[in-house]
């Protein structure tokens, strides 16, 4: 059984360290992907990617405890700024490859679940009948003429990417812009029509973006096995696929998946 909240489940990709970050509080939770880093880019900035992805986590959830009654984009604006500040004057935040990350926030307040989404990270809402609601920020899939470099993995140019990073028409990360913050997808839906919440990394949402899944499939392995039995699906799917040069980045991504049970919350 998945619990309330499910154990997290972070795990690497079997080839580089965990860019992935979770955390958990009395009625939030968020996931964090790292995002930036592109061969011989410094991004202008020292610091390595998951530095910058633990520094959003950390005033992601102070300001998430400290401050219930602000809008979530107020909060991941906030928190975005105390990050720059963190960064000192050895980095240029004005540089278009910035180091940052994608996000996937869930809040309970009042009778009502809220959500913040940017990136590639989801938010996928089971409400116990039909097929789950998923929030997944896909612009960077959509980017129209989008030219792919064919390197150690496929990935858009960083010149292209430099031109449609944080800017409108383009795709938004956490990290050096705060007004991300007022382009990130956010709704909220009431607590009592909603039975269990899953975000989740894009490491995990691959299985039903590549791999043919539907959320009920995927909600219905956590029940059964835990998170544990969505990361090895993730893993057996991957290694099994026969051409993984057809998608755009890597083989293997770092995976991270938060469940929160609505029942249990009530319990
Ligand atoms: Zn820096």
Excluded at 30 to 52: F, K, M, Q
Excluded at 185 to 212: K, N
Excluded at 225 to 241: F, H, N, Q, T, W
């Amino acid at each position: 059984m998945c619990t309330a909240p499910t154990r997290p489940q972070p795990e690497a990709a079997p080839d580089g360290p965990n860019e992935d970050h979770f955390a958990v509080g009395d009625g939030w939770a968020l996931v964090l992907d790292g995002a930036g880093r592109y061969p011989n880019e410094s991004g202008g900035c020292i610091h390595p990617v998951t530095w910058v992805v633990a520094r959003l986590g950390a005033h992601l959830s102070r300001h998430l405890a400290e401050r219930p009654e602000q809008p979530l984009t107020a909060i991941a604006r906030s928190a975005i700024e105390a990050t720059m500040a963190d960064h000192g004057p050895a980095c240029d935040l004005s540089h278009p490859l910035s180091p940052g990350a994608t996000a996937a926030i869930i809040r309970l307040r009042d009778d009502q679940v809220e959500w913040l989404v940017v990136g590639d990270c989801a938010v996928v809402i089971d409400q116990g009948q039909g097929e789950p609601t998923s929030i997944i920020d896909d612009r960077v899939d959509r980017l129209p003429g989008a030219p792919v470099v064919e390197g150690r993995v496929r990935t858009y140019s960083p010149a292209y990417v430099a031109t449609i990073r944080n800017r409108p028409g383009g795709f938004w990360v956490l990290g050096a812009a705060p007004a991300a913050a007022e382009h990130a997808l956010t709704g909220a839906l009431p607590q009592r029509s909603v039975t269990q919440i899953l975000r989740c990394t894009d490491g995990v949402s691959r299985l039903t973006e590549r791999y043919g899944w539907g959320w009920s499939a995927v909600f219905a392995l956590c029940e059964e096995g835990g998170p544990e039995a969505l990361i090895r699906a993730v893993r057996s799917a991957e290694r099994d696929d026969p051409n993984p040069r057809r998608w755009r980045g890597k083989r293997h991504d770092d995976a991270t998946v938060v469940v929160l049970r609505m029942d249990q919350v009530y319990a």
